[in-house]
């Protein structure tokens, strides 16, 4: 229903010229919010080019700047609003990693914070209207998902040397179910970083793009009124997700690593 | 003639994956259901078994979302 | 599959040239190409591979940068700042219990005060009594003594009284019965009479 089809109808009625405008009415382009474009110009994108991608990831930065070095300026031991909402932040990752890694997880806390508020912000950025969310993108969650991964594996094969495919091997379960476990293990151990990306692009990509739908009904007048509240309920249960996604992909995370620093099933 | 059927299974492929979202419902509604459950049974061992509800309710919404992404595929890049 | 490619790139080569050739809306135009240009890889954007280079470049830029913000800047502070409240609280709760044991202290000290002086005050009470039952023993005894002195005083003045008045009875007797004798006739040796009025009045 979407640009191929309209596509099409466009082809025929550039041929008949002047209606095509009329017929335009009911035009969904929900992936169009997606699109990388160069900010500057109208180039190809290339690797160094600014594009919105760009823009949105800088905005990301200054968001994060400004709750967790800006906030906290003063240091005060009685907080000020901005300052208690980082130091929950802080607070909130540690203790899940700590809770989920234990006590020697905590020096991979940092970078583990990195990608949580990284998220956490892309996430809500790209919830403002006409913002472009970066985290809705395959190819930014997958390196993300990806550096998780061989960061966990290496860790796992640094710390425990061969040990660590003991977590492959289930030793409590009988000895003729272990080949046939350890392949599932092997195969779930693999698919890891697929559904770890693939979870948090697709659910930001599945929200915003059913909120462009609903917007595209819009164009009717007489279902308009139902389409903006439906776009207000999307866009509750959006902040919910932008939230749990990034809370996900973090505990996943704390929960690969914890793999990786006790592999003993 | 070929790509508008190549074009229409896709559109009805993609139809057909969405039935795959009502799996991920079941999934969802279900891990809930149990919690809620068992919160209620036993009040004070829920707050910490929230982390396992959001996990659970993670994975049985990543394959929701698959069965989305698969419908994406076939409408735009297929 | 081939055949879509081969419409895209057909269809696209269509467009421009539709475009080129009528003119027509020139807003059109523009978001056609816009359209086309996205368009030229598969439908979704996140599947344009022509794009990732430039997005896996920038996200490397944003999480190194985020990394250093947060591992030189925020996360020693925010780490300083609740080591420091939770410095505070922890003295606060130790100057409270300071408070409270000094509190403690001075109930104890009230306490005993109120006892001690209880004590004094049972130990006054007490003393005034035994002041007051010596001083009152001490005028019973005086008392008693004058009593006792003054029923000797009386004692003794009876019993002079009475000896005078035994001396007088037996003057008196000796006389009446020398008078007595006298009067009968006979002459009274007073010998006899004194003894037989001394041995009446011992009878």
Same mark, same amino acid.
């Given at each position: 229903?979407? /640009? ?7 082809? $025929? ?9 009329? $017929?335009? %009415? ?16 109208? %180039? ?37 609003? /901005? ?21 020697? %997880? ?27 969310? /970066?985290?809705? !993108?395959?190819?930014? /969650? ?37 080949? &046939? ?5 092997? &195969? ?19 929200? !915003? ?10 164009? &009717? ?14 866009? %509750? ?29 | ?8 299974? @896709? ?33 004070? @061992? ?24 698969? @419908? ?7 | ?30 978001? #056609? ?26 996200? *490397?830029?944003? *999480? ?17 700042? *609740? ?8 003295? #606060? ?5 300071? *408070? ?36 009152? #023993? ?66």
């Amino acid at each position: 229903m979407m /640009t191929r089809p309209n596509r099409a109808m466009m082809r $025929e009625l550039e041929m008949a010229s002047e209606a095509h405008t009329e $017929e335009a %009415g009911l035009v969904f382009h929900p992936m169009d919010q997606f699109i990388v474009k160069p900010l500057f110009g109208d %180039g190809p994108v290339g690797m160094f080019t600014i594009t919105n991608v760009t823009l949105w990831m800088g905005i990301t930065i200054l968001g994060i700047f400004a709750l967790l070095v800006l906030g906290t300026r003063r240091r005060a031991v009685i907080p000020t609003r /901005t300052q208690s909402i980082g130091e929950l932040a802080y607070g909130f990752i540690y203790k899940m990693v700590e809770d989920v890694t234990g006590k020697d %997880g905590v020096k991979y806390f940092p970078y583990i914070m990195t990608l949580f508020m990284f998220i956490v912000f892309a996430n809500f950025v790209g919830l403002l209207p006409m913002s472009f969310t /970066t985290t809705s !993108h395959i190819a930014v /969650t997958a390196v993300m998902a990806m550096a998780v991964f061989l960061a966990v594996t290496i860790l796992g094969f640094v710390k425990n040397g061969a040990g660590f495919l003991g977590l492959f091997w289930v030793s409590s379960a009988p000895l003729a179910l272990r080949p &046939i476990l350890a392949l599932i293990e092997i &195969i779930s151990y693999f698919v890891r970083p697929v559904s770890h990306s693939i979870r948090l692009a697709g659910n930001m990509m599945a929200g !915003h793009a059913v909120i462009k739908v609903f917007a595209g009904f819009a164009a &009717i007048t007489a279902i308009a009124p139902l389409s903006i509240v439906a776009i207000t309920a999307m866009y %509750g249960l959006e902040v919910l997700v932008s939230f749990i996604q990034a809370y996900v992909f973090t505990i996943l995370t704390c929960v690969y690593l914890k793999d990786a620093l006790h592999p003993a099933h | 003639m070929e790509g508008d059927i190549v074009q229409m299974g @896709a559109y009805i492929g993609a139809g057909l994956a969405c039935m795959g979202m009502g799996g991920a419902a079941v999934g969802v509604g279900n891990v809930a259901g149990n919690y809620l459950a068992g919160a209620l049974r036993n009040p004070s @061992a829920a707050a910490s078994q929230t982390a396992t509800l959001f996990i659970g309710i993670a994975f049985a919404e990543a394959l929701g979302i698959f069965s989305f992404l698969v @419908a994406l595929l076939l409408m735009f890049a297929v | 599959m081939a055949t879509e490619t081969h419409e895209a790139t057909t269809h696209s080569a269509a467009t421009d040239g539709a475009a080129a050739a009528t003119t027509h809306d020139a807003g059109h135009a523009a978001a #056609d190409a816009a359209h086309g240009a996205a368009d030229a890889g598969p439908g979704m954007p996140q599947l344009d591979f022509s794009t990732f280079g430039n997005q896996i470049f920038w996200l *490397l830029v944003t *999480l190194v940068v985020i990394y250093i913000i947060l591992s030189r800047f925020a996360l020693p502070r925010i780490a300083a700042v *609740l080591a420091e409240r939770q410095g505070t609280i922890t003295n #606060d709760i130790a100057a409270a219990e300071d *408070l409270k044991a000094k509190a403690v202290e001075a109930e104890a000290a009230y306490n005993q005060a109120l006892a001690d002086a209880r004590v004094e005050a049972s130990n006054i009470v007490a003393a005034a009594k035994a002041d007051i039952q010596a001083e009152l #023993d001490q005028a019973i005894a005086k008392a008693d003594t004058e009593i006792a002195a003054k029923s000797a005083e009386g004692e003794k003045a009876i019993a002079e009284i009475r000896a005078t008045a035994t001396a007088a009875v037996k003057t008196v007797s000796k006389d009446v019965a020398k008078e007595l004798i006298t009067s009968m006739g006979a002459t009274a040796d007073a010998k006899t009479v004194t003894a037989a009025v001394t041995a009446r009045m011992k009878g």
